[in-house]
Structures are given as structure tokens and as C-alpha cells.
């Protein structure tokens, strides 16, 4: 089970950092990653990190404005999103990368970038 | 990187099989075994149905059954059933470090 939080309606160029909480042993076991979906569209993976957080990889369009961290001591994801754009609105969901896969165990949480 | 190809929707009557293609390029799909399908129903989550071009999770149903050719990946579903109607959307990783998903597939059941 994933729990994502820290989603809002947030202005242009704003900022917010959205958490995602794992409820068991297998988080700190998995790579984790960031996939999102704006509204009636797609998915589009967002950001991947490794195990111990040494390696980080971003989709091209958030790549200096969004960081992907962890904190394996309390089962936590977190996604600081900066310099947000009108395109960044999507649900974002947080998953559990195993097997070159994402597995989403949560409903995700709303972000909208709008003045 | 473009989004991966799939047709816009597919439909089947209850009982019968669809197949859902996936086409990529001789840099992704061509290039190894990494793709993955999610079913995805209104208002709700995706769900990780088969990786690794075949695989199965636990939990999915061996109705479900994914293959691969050259540069094009798909998915099968037969015996289809009514809460098989959901957007289906297949992915894979993307030279370097990056990772694409399709379009999507809004499936039917008639």
C-alpha cells in the first residue's frame, strides 16, 4: 500500500513537495519512481530513483525543476516539484519499480498549477 | 522521445479475444525485453498487469497474456469480460534512463 499527500492548487512558478508513505519492508527494497497523468490524458513517468538514492533520473521536461528524494528509515517517497507550469497539473502517483515495472498501489494526489 | 503506438480503442463481445498492439522503435522495444501493460479503470490507479513482455504478476488472471515482435509489443486478453472495460497502456524503458508509455487503448466489451 502507497499513500500519496501534498497535492494543491498552486500559482505558476510556485512550489510544492509531495510525499508518498509505503507501509512495508518491500519500499526500501525497490527502486521507487514518480508517474503522472494530467487530466484525460496519458500517463508519462516522471522520476526514478534507486535503492539507496545514488543514482536519480528524470523525464527531460522536469529535469531542474523537480527533485525525487527518499527516506527509507521512515518508508517515504517525496517529490519536490519547483518553477511549476500549467503543464505540470496531473494526479501523481507513486509506485514501486521492480522488474523494469511500475507498480501503483495508491490513488495518487491532485496537483494544479493555475492563477 | 514520442509516446509508444497503440490504436485509440478495440472493442469485443463478452467471451471472445482482443489484441492490443504496442509499437516502438529498434532503440526501445526492439532493443530488449523491458515492456509492461497497465490497466487503468476511470477515477482509479493503474494497475501493473504483465512485465517483462509476459510476465504476470500475482493476482492478474492468465486470461491476460502479453508477446512481443521485433518492435512491436502486444496484449491479449481473451475470454473477455465485462471489468475488462478500461484503458490499457503499455510502457517501456528507454535508452538512457528514461521510460515511455503508450498512448493508450480504451477497450469495449459489447
Known amino acids: 500500500q502507497l499513500v500519496e499527500s501534498g497535492g494543491a492548487l498552486v500559482q505558476p512558478g510556485g512550489s510544492l513537495r509531495l510525499s508518498c508513505a509505503g507501509s512495508?519492508?518491500?519500499?526500501?527494497?525497490?527502486?521507487m519512481s514518480w508517474v503522472r497523468q494530467a487530466p484525460g490524458k496519458g500517463l508519462e513517468w516522471v522520476a526514478i530513483?534507486?535503492?539507496?538514492?545514488?543514482?536519480?533520473f528524470y523525464v527531460a521536461s522536469v529535469r531542474g525543476r523537480f527533485t525525487i528524494s527518499r527516506d527509507n528509515a521512515k518508508n517515504s517517497l517525496y517529490l519536490q516539484l519547483d518553477g511549476l507550469r500549467a503543464e505540470d497539473t496531473a494526479i501523481y502517483y507513486c509506485?514501486?519499480?521492480?522488474?523494469?515495472?511500475?507498480?501503483?498501489r495508491g490513488q495518487g494526489t491532485l496537483v494544479t498549477v493555475s492563477s | 522521445q514520442s509516446a509508444l503506438t497503440q490504436p485509440p480503442s478495440a472493442s469485443g463481445s463478452p467471451g471472445q479475444s482482443i489484441t492490443i498492439s504496442c509499437t516502438g522503435t529498434?532503440?526501445?522495444?526492439?532493443?530488449?525485453?523491458?515492456v509492461s501493460w497497465y490497466q487503468q479503470h476511470p477515477g482509479k490507479a493503474p494497475r501493473l498487469m504483465i512485465y517483462?513482455?509476459?510476465q504476470r504478476p500475482s493476482g492478474v488472471p492468465d486470461r491476460f497474456s502479453g508477446s512481443k515482435s521485433g518492435n512491436t509489443a502486444s496484449l491479449t486478453v481473451s475470454g473477455l469480460q465485462v471489468e475488462d472495460e478500461a484503458d490499457y497502456y503499455c510502457?517501456?524503458?528507454?535508452?538512457?534512463?528514461?521510460?515511455?508509455f503508450g498512448s493508450g487503448t480504451t477497450v469495449s466489451v459489447l
Open positions: 529498434s532503440s526501445d522495444i526492439g532493443r530488449h525485453d523491458h
Open positions: 530513483m534507486d535503492r539507496d538514492g545514488s543514482s536519480k
Open positions: 512495508d519492508s518491500t519500499f526500501s527494497r525497490s527502486w
Open positions: 509506485a514501486l519499480h521492480n522488474d523494469w515495472a511500475f507498480d501503483c
Open positions: 510502457c517501456t524503458y528507454s535508452h538512457p534512463s528514461n521510460y515511455v
Open positions: 517483462e513482455v509476459s
